[in-house]
Every structure is written in structure tokens, then in C-alpha cells.
Nanobody, 116 residues
Framework: QGELVESGGGLVQAGGSLRLSCAASGSIFSFNDMGWYRQAPGKQRDLVARISSGGVLINYADSVKGRFTISRDNSKRTVYLQMNSLKPEDTDIYYC?????????WGQGTQVTVSS
């Protein structure tokens, strides 16, 4: 077994930027597509960005397209999410996981709060 540890969240004003990191241990990272998910209280957890195991194929939810950039460093077993032009509606807890998810790997997430 292993784990996923997210970091890099915080409080930022609208229009600002944050870079999230997700460090992976165990078997989840290698050969798996990875994704960033976000969840607001009382709502479902949604996939916002996805990257293939080799980093070539990338997809974004329409709500973040053009503002967020997902990347991965396989040598460091880390996935990143660069978030620019942040909006108040981006306020959520952000998680990383494989795509499709491995439920036993959900970490604590990292809180992103965007003030208007």
C-alpha cells in the first residue's frame, strides 16, 4: 500500500495563482493516469484535470480549461496543478488520485480558498 499527499493550497485573491503538488508512494503512480479532483462541502468530488502515465495526453474540465495546467514528474513520483486566474468558484478542497480512482488512496487534500 502507499499514499498520496497533497500540498500547496492556501488563501489567494481572485486573479491570483497557486501551484499544488501531490507526492505519491506505493504502486498507484507508476503506469497510471493521474488526476486532480475537487470537492466543495455537500457536493460530489469532480475530476478537473487528467494526465496520462507518460504525460502526453491531458484533459481538463471546461470550468478550468485555459487557466489550470496539470503536469507530472515521474522521477519524483509527483503530480502538479498550476492554477492561474483563480476565481472564487475555484474554492474547494483539492485531491489527487489515479484515473479511475483507487479509493483506498484518497489523501487529506489541500484547501484552496479564493477571495473576491
Amino acid at each position: 500500500q502507499g499514499e498520496l499527499v497533497e500540498s500547496g493550497g492556501g488563501l489567494v485573491q481572485a486573479g491570483g495563482s497557486l501551484r499544488l503538488s501531490c507526492a505519491a508512494s506505493g504502486s498507484i503512480f507508476s503506469f497510471n493516469d493521474m488526476g486532480w479532483y475537487r470537492q466543495a462541502p455537500g457536493k460530489q468530488r469532480d475530476l478537473v484535470a487528467r494526465i496520462s502515465s507518460g504525460g502526453v495526453l491531458i484533459n481538463y474540465a471546461d470550468s478550468v480549461k485555459g487557466r489550470f495546467t496539470i503536469s507530472r514528474d515521474n522521477s519524483k513520483r509527483t503530480v502538479y496543478l498550476q492554477m492561474n486566474s483563480l476565481k472564487p468558484e475555484d474554492t474547494d478542497i483539492y485531491y489527487c488520485n489515479a484515473v479511475p480512482v483507487r479509493t483506498t488512496y484518497w489523501g487529506q487534500g489541500t484547501q484552496v480558498t479564493v477571495s473576491s
